[in-house]
């Protein structure tokens, strides 16, 4: 069957994507950005690829008319604050396009949306249900509360709280309950949901065996990782400390985590397990999801990460916008150097950032990143999501990676800092040499400013970076 995939850059979407083509069909990708995006080589004559830009009605003419299925998983929780009506719109924008196409089954991912009262987040995710019902196909939607896995948001939060914490003063929401459910166990419901008459024109929740409070995620995750961890909570705490708690804290942006707050402190517990007869799936426990996104880190195989998601940082614009890195009005930082071994020279190129660092200065690499935190940035936290490969559109620390060529050695990219302008940063194995260019293009006199009071570390961090290397 053909299948079109909205996300598929995405979290979700690029795991389904494997699923999707491994079971034959022939997959239609709806990308905004086809720059970042990057499937496997192997699935280049499986899948075909249409820009989209769901606020466009006029770009939605490119979906092909000849689908039978569509899944949709569009969600704008941390690019806006009027998310809401924004993703409204594309729900909207996305039903009509469908509606002229031979489309027979539509499915949407969506939150547990139980309780009277809802977050703003599972709120919206309710009225995109409801748009989307609307059209002339049957209907499906899945409501999912916390997702675990490599690279989830909800697991990396996790993951970075209870790692860097031993100690914690947590907010009263952590005594919320909810009732996590693992990724592969989310694949395997939407997978087997495809064209199955008995999901049509209704709405499942989807969750593990275990109903949980955050509290009790928490000290699970440290048992799974051998640690002692002391959380007490509070009722001192607000939302808006909350938020800034985790921002600090974690990786994640502060609309993200505001967002995270807010939703939390409504109980995301399913209402009946009936889908899992239906289809066949056993979801597995907490731990046992804890156990196998662990084990995917473990080989370095982690298909894909939240981070690496425009989500991560609020940027809407397409790379496109960047990869042309402008000279007029620019400052720049130039450094060459000889190279003796050109594979091991892109191979550190390659491995830049994340665990590795940037071969000099990492403390004002760090320095940098907490100051870009105390500003709304998204900090260094991020790291990179696979330790040896990168694409086009990933999160690499506070970059975004903007042209990956490893053949031609060329690595561009551009910086999710908070700045008073903007910067690119390029790295070009050309006759021998390593070109190192630092380009920032400064907004007003601050971002002169800004240029000559960073640039006396210039010197000292990108003259270390070159020469570490292109050494043997």
């Not at 039903?95 to 009262?117: C, F, M, P, Q, W």
């Not at 982690?302 to 425009?310: F, G, P, R, T």
């Not at 040896?388 to 975004?400: E, M, N, P, Q, S």
Request: with cysteine; glycine share 8%; net charge neutral.
């Amino acid at each position: 069957m053909k299948i079109l995939l909205t996300g598929s850059t995405g979290y979700i979407g690029k795991r389904l994507l494997n699923v999707l083509v491994e079971q034959g069909h022939q997959v239609v990708c709806c990308v905004r950005d086809a720059k970042r995006f990057s499937p496997p080589e192997l699935y280049l004559d499986k899948i075909e690829v249409v820009e989209v830009d769901l606020l466009d009605k006029n770009s939605l003419s490119t979906i092909p008319k000849d689908i039978d299925g569509a899944y949709y998983l569009v969600h704008s929780m941390s690019t806006s604050k009027d998310y809401k009506s924004l993703e409204e719109q594309c729900a909207s924008n996305f039903r009509e396009a469908i509606d002229k196409t031979n489309t027979k089954h539509v499915i949407y991912l969506s939150g547990i949306v139980n309780e009277d009262e809802l977050s703003e987040h599972l709120s919206s995710r309710l009225n995109v249900e409801k748009e989307l019902e609307k059209g002339n196909y049957h209907f499906t939607a899945l409501r999912a509360g916390i997702i675990i896995g490599s690279g989830s948001a909800s697991f990396e939060i996790i993951r970075d709280l209870v790692e860097k914490l031993p100690i914690m003063i947590t907010p009263k929401w952590l005594m919320t309950k909810c009732q996590p459910i693992g990724i592969r166990d989310v694949i395997s419901f939407l997978s087997k949901s495809l064209m199955n008459p008995a999901t049509y024109n209704q709405n499942f929740d989807i969750g593990g065996p275990d109903i949980l409070t955050y509290r009790e995620m928490l000290l699970g995750f440290a048992k799974e990782r051998g640690l002692k961890r002391k959380i007490w909570t509070v009722p001192v705490m607000t939302p808006r400390l909350s938020s800034y708690w985790l921002y600090f804290v974690t990786s994640t942006s502060y609309k993200l985590a505001s967002s995270l707050v807010d939703s939390m402190k409504v109980e995301v517990v399913c209402r009946d397990t009936r889908i899992n007869e239906l289809l066949g799936v056993t979801p597995s426990s907490y731990q046992k999801s804890l156990e196998y996104a662990f084990a995917k880190i473990k080989n370095n195989e982690v298909l894909s990460s939240w981070k690496d998601a425009y989500a991560s940082s609020g940027l809407t614009d397409t790379i496109s916008d960047f990869i042309e890195v402008p000279t007029y009005g620019c400052f720049r930082d130039v450094k060459e150097a000889e190279y003796d071994n050109i594979e091991q020279c892109i191979q550190r190129i390659w491995s830049i950032g994340g665990e590795t660092g940037w071969y000099s200065g990492n403390w004002l690499w760090k320095l940098r990143g907490y100051l870009d935190k105390l500003v709304g940035g998204v900090g260094l936290r991020r790291g990179r999501t696979n330790p040896d490969t990168i694409h086009a559109g990933d999160a690499l620390d506070f970059w975004r990676v903007l042209y990956a060529n490893k053949e031609e050695g060329r690595l561009l990219l551009f910086a999710e800092m908070k700045l008073p302008g903007e910067a690119w940063l390029e790295f070009k194995v050309e006759k021998g040499k390593l070109i190192q260019t630092a380009t920032f293009r400064p907004l007003g006199v601050l971002g002169r400013a800004y240029w000559y009071a960073v640039f006396p570390f210039h010197g000292f961090i990108f003259k270390g970076m070159i020469r570490n290397i292109t050494k043997v």
